[in-house]
């Protein structure tokens, strides 16, 4: 869910091909005249771009994705734009990237820093309580729904589609789980917003390691299933943030298919990348 606040370098490269022609041959026997073809048509060169909007353009693109970046980094703290004043933002940034003298110093940074860390844990003591009563009351409600099953765990998930016989077989104590779940999802929250999503006609690999809920579904349902699920937050990420979207005690809702079981490839050196949505080692709850 995070990646790296600044590229350490930005490389545009040009790569040209030269070939060299080999001296012409007199063959031993002359060979017949091919006949004449149509001569290829050279697709026209494009036009250079002005310099000022290659500037303009690119400066645009480059501020994209710094801020992408920073807003996946920063929102898992509960930082948002209506926490930045935008030309002091933009201050700070190009005093950093021209690498001036801060027009505040070290002292003033770390308090404002400070302060800003102290209004952040309050907000988000008060967005756990909200979230907290909001998602129980949603699944309060939902669990009423014809179809919905409630599992010991308070795992929700409805049956969209039934799958076939195969299903997860768990390893023997002592024994390490090798296998590997690929799977197509969609998570969004209970007002309905998309948090993150498998690429279409994509599925995810995955092992265990995930949230809590969608351990518990992986090792529950069929092969070729696809379920509903409604997560509480004790189920997935808990009283903590987990993104800009994932608030503090934040109810999930998956729509999820296992397409297949199998072996998982051996991790390269390293280790092997969890994929989302990623959740502690602690096994699912009971059923």
Do not use: C, H
Request: hydrophobic share 40%; charged share 25%; net charge negative.
């Amino acid at each position: 869910m995070i990646r790296k606040f600044i590229p350490s370098a930005l490389a545009i490269g040009l790569v040209a091909s030269v070939y060299a022609e080999k001296p012409a041959q007199t063959p031993a026997v002359e060979p017949a005249k091919p006949e004449a073809s149509t001569p290829a048509i050279e697709a026209p060169a494009k036009p250079a771009m002005d310099p000022a909007l290659v500037k303009a353009d690119s400066s645009y693109a480059l501020g994209l994705r710094t801020g992408s970046t920073f807003g996946q980094q920063f929102g898992r703290f509960g930082v948002g734009a209506a926490d930045i004043q935008e030309d002091m933002f933009i201050k700070g940034f190009m005093a950093a990237v021209k690498g001036d003298k801060p027009d505040l110093s070290e002292e003033k940074l770390q308090a404002a820093m400070q302060a800003l860390g102290d209004l952040l844990q309050t907000r988000e003591k008060e967005s756990a309580a909200t979230n907290l009563e909001a998602g129980n009351k949603f699944l309060a409600e939902n669990g009423k729904r014809q179809g919905v099953i409630t599992t010991k765990s308070g795992l929700q998930y409805e049956v969209i589609a039934k799958g076939g016989e195969e299903k997860y077989v768990a390893p023997k104590e002592g024994t390490e789980d090798t296998k590997q779940f690929l799977v197509n999802y969609k998570g969004t929250l209970i007002n309905g917003k998309v948090f993150d999503a498998s690429p279409e006609g994509s599925p995810v690999p995955m092992t265990l390691q995930v949230v809590p809920g969608f351990k518990e579904a992986l090792t529950t349902m069929p092969v070729g299933a696809k379920w509903k699920l409604f997560l509480p937050a004790s189920l997935a990420y808990g009283d903590k943030r987990a993104s800009a979207d994932i608030g503090p005690n934040t109810t999930l809702i998956f729509e999820m298919e296992l397409v297949k079981i199998q072996d998982a490839p051996a991790a390269p050196e390293g280790g092997m990348p969890f994929p989302m949505p990623q959740g502690g080692p602690d096994g699912a709850p009971e059923q």
